[in-house]
Structure formats: structure tokens, C-alpha cells
């Protein structure tokens, strides 16, 4: 049996077309209701945070209060965080300070307390009437022998405080079971770089840990000095100091074995270099064995300076 229509195909899309627009219609008009409601709680809620945050202000809310530094006398090696805020110091300078305490940094004089970090010129002026420092923290002066050698080598007005810093220094970096204060060498005494150990270069006026390490990592590096006056090549190096020290015995400089080592091993002595080496293997290779000093005259980038430096420490064999 044939179904019935009851709407033609015409018929059907107009009243789908009208059931469209108006179902548009009923949602626009909602939709618009719903947005002035939504909009005067906004703009109620707007109103009331700006009330609030006008109260707020008003009352000082935001307002940082100033903190009034207190003054009162301080041992910067013992005083506690909270001592150090109320005299106005800043939490990372407390912090700060507490670090340099805990690796074995003391505050032996007022002067010490100028390192901490970020201190202002306005600070210092008015902490540094305020510091006592501790006697226990102080650093106990060293007098040099009253024979005094080499006048002429050493200037006159020789710092004490550089001989005081580098005797704690020393101390502290050798052994922390040993006394705190190292006996520097008087004016009669030498030492031997090329045997001397970081504790008797430490003795030296003018030498601390640093510039015994530099010694020693030099003396390394050469094979062993031929003379003090080597040390100069070290860099900064303090010239006076080379009054207490000489090269007693060549012995025990190392020699470069100039026709068996590689261009590797050459170019790692400090007056040989990569050029100079590679010449020296280069004339090996074509020529064979070099036998004398002479030969390296020869040579495009040996100097005659280069030569007399490197004449002891070539073997030809």
C-alpha cells in the first residue's frame, strides 16, 4: 500500500526555513537577557574591587614599612642572622656573611668587613664605628729579623700586613692540625725551589699558598729551575721574594731527550712550543739525529734567546 504525503516537498522546506527562524529568534532573545544580567555583575563586581582597593590604598595596605636600623656594637664573627638584620643589613648580605664564616673566613680587622657583598658606602659609614672585633679573631704581627739581607732588593717600606695575611693563609692551606702562624725565613735563610715543598715556599715573605702552587706547577712544567730568576715568568709574581730563594743544585733539572720524543711530548715544555717542535721533528725526519745546539741555530723559529734558555734542558744523546 502506497504511503500518503502530507506535506508536499515545497511545503516541508518552507516549514523547516520558519522553524529556523524562528528558533533564532528565541535564542537571540535569550541570549540577550542573559548578557545584561552577566554584564551588571560584572560591572558590579568591577565597582566593588575598585572601592576595596581605593579602601586599601587609603589605609596603607600596599605600603612597605620602613625598617629603622638599630645601632648597637657587633663582632661581624659571631653575630647571629637576626643581629645583622636589625643593624639593617640586607638578607643576602646575611647570607653572604654566613658563607664566608662557614669555609674558615674570619673578620680580622674593621677593613675585612668592606668585602661584604654589595655594602654601600652608607653602610660602612655607619657600621664601621660600631665593629669590635674579638682579640681571639685578630692576627698576630710578625717582626722580621733585624738582620736584614739585601736591602736593595727589598724595599723599604715591605709590608707587614702582606707577610701577617700570607702566614695565615699558608697555614690554613698546608694543615689545619699545624699552628695557626707560619715562621717566615729571617734574613740569612735561602731555600732550594727546585727541593722545596708548598710548606717551606710558604715561609717566604711575600709567598702564600697561591703563588707556592704556582711555583711548584712551573717547576713541573720546565722540568726543574736553573735559576730563580725564572720565577719572574710566573705571572704577578712578587720580585722581592727572590731574595730568599736560589737553585743550589742543576742536577735535578730533567733533560728532553731531543731525538726521541714526539712532537707531542716537545711541545709541552713552556720554551719549546708547537713551531719550535715541529721543526725539531721535522729535521729528524729529513736529516736524522741532531747532535749538537748548533743545529737549532739553523732553525727558522729558534731565536738566539729561545736557544740559550733551552740550552739546559737538551740532551742529544
Known sequence: ???????????????????????????????????????????????SVRRESAVSSSSGYYAVPEVVPESFTFDPNEADSTQLLRLGLASFQVRSIYRYRAKGGRFSTKDDFRRVYRLTNEQWERLSPLIS????????TIVPHSDVRNTSSRP??????????????????????????????????????????????????GIGPYFARRIIQYRRRLGGYTSAAQLLQI?????DAIAWMQVADTCQVQQLQINSLSTR??????????YRAS??????????????IEVLKSLPHFTEEDILRLAPYLSFE
Open 1 to 47: 500500500m502506497k504511503r500518503r504525503k502530507w506535506f508536499t516537498r515545497a511545503q516541508g522546506i518552507f516549514l523547516l526555513a520558519v522553524l529556523n527562524v524562528s528558533l533564532l529568534i528565541l535564542g537571540t532573545v535569550l541570549l540577550s537577557k542573559c548578557g545584561e544580567g552577566r554584564s551588571d555583575g560584572v560591572a558590579d563586581t568591577l565597582v
Open 265 to 274: 711530548r716537545l711541545m709541552k715544555h713552556p720554551y719549546m712550543g708547537y
Open 133 to 140: 672585633i674579638a682579640p681571639k679573631y685578630r692576627l698576630v
Open 156 to 205: 723599604a717600606s715591605y709590608a707587614t700586613d702582606t707577610i701577617i695575611r700570607d702566614s695565615v693563609l699558608c697555614s690554613y692551606a698546608t694543615s689545619r692540625s699545624k699552628p695557626a702562624y707560619v715562621q717566615k725565613l729571617s734574613g740569612d735563610e735561602t731555600i732550594d725551589i727546585n727541593l722545596a715543598d708548598s710548606a717551606l715556599l710558604c715561609r717566604v715573605p
Open 235 to 239: 705571572e704577578d709574581f712578587p720580585a
Open 279 to 292: 721543526e725539531i721533528a721535522d729535521y729528524r725526519r729529513i736529516h736524522g739525529p741532531i747532535r749538537s
